[in-house]
């Protein structure tokens, strides 16, 4: 069965940072291309950013470009989003997902002070 | 960025009535070499991460009730469900992956008349 658990949320000051992962088990981590996804509670959905398999390849959203690193590590079934100089409007859950596949229940940031 | 446009916004089905969600897109998510549209559906109940119901426009994925199906082709597609049960209860969204960003949307929920 896959599975994915997110991990590494919680509450951060604006300009804070926080790296959340994402733990794959159930398929072959290493030959698909993984996204994070976020939504304000209550809201729609939106892409963040995606990672090629070998990790070699990321994209950005404009709105977390250059502040945001998507990263994995195959060895370890792991994806990772080092999410840095965090703003209020980056709150939200913070999903890993398969491009059309499963996604992960999802990790909650909240940026406040 | 491809601009996902879902209508109506909400929907009431009586329960074995016929629902059906019409998403358009702002350019073609058809891609020429494989002629495959890429466009997915998801379901999200409350307080649970988005499920994949429908890919590649019109593919069920593995345990959807083949009362789901999606349509279309091009820049129009459609998810009806045939006979509305009452776990259909959620919000669907509509996602292209022909290009990044990847784009979703702007939810459909839909309710029991």
């Known amino acids: 069965e896959v599975q994915l658990v997110e991990s590494g949320g919680g509450l951060v000051q604006p300009g804070g940072s926080l790296r959340l992962s994402c733990a794959a088990s159930g398929f072959t981590f290493s030959t698909y291309w993984m996204h994070w996804v976020r939504q304000v509670p209550g809201k729609g959905l939106v892409w963040v950013s995606r990672i090629s398999t070998d990790g070699s390849s990321t994209s950005y959203a404009d709105s977390v470009k250059g502040r945001f690193t998507i990263s994995r590590d195959n060895a370890k079934n792991t994806l990772y989003l080092q999410m840095n100089s965090l703003r209020a409007e980056d709150t939200a859950i913070y999903y890993c997902a398969i491009t059309t596949g499963s996604w992960g229940q999802g990790t909650l940031v909240t940026v406040s002070s | 960025d491809i601009v996902m446009t879902q209508s109506p916004d909400s929907l009431a089905v009586s329960l074995g009535e016929r629902a059906t969600i019409n998403c358009k897109s702002s350019q073609s998510v058809l891609y020429n070499s494989n002629n495959e549209n890429y466009l997915s559906w998801y379901q999200q109940k409350p307080g649970q991460p988005p499920r994949l119901l429908i890919y590649?426009?019109?593919t069920r994925e593995s345990g959807v009730p083949d009362r789901f199906s999606g349509s279309g082709s091009g820049t129009d597609f459609t998810l009806t469900i045939s006979s509305l049960q009452a776990e259909d209860v959620a919000v669907y969204y509509c996602?292209?992956?022909?290009?990044?960003?990847?784009?979703f949307g702007q939810g459909t929920k839909v309710e029991i008349k």
């Open positions: 590649w426009a019109s």
């Open positions: 996602q292209q992956y022909y290009t990044i960003p990847l784009t």
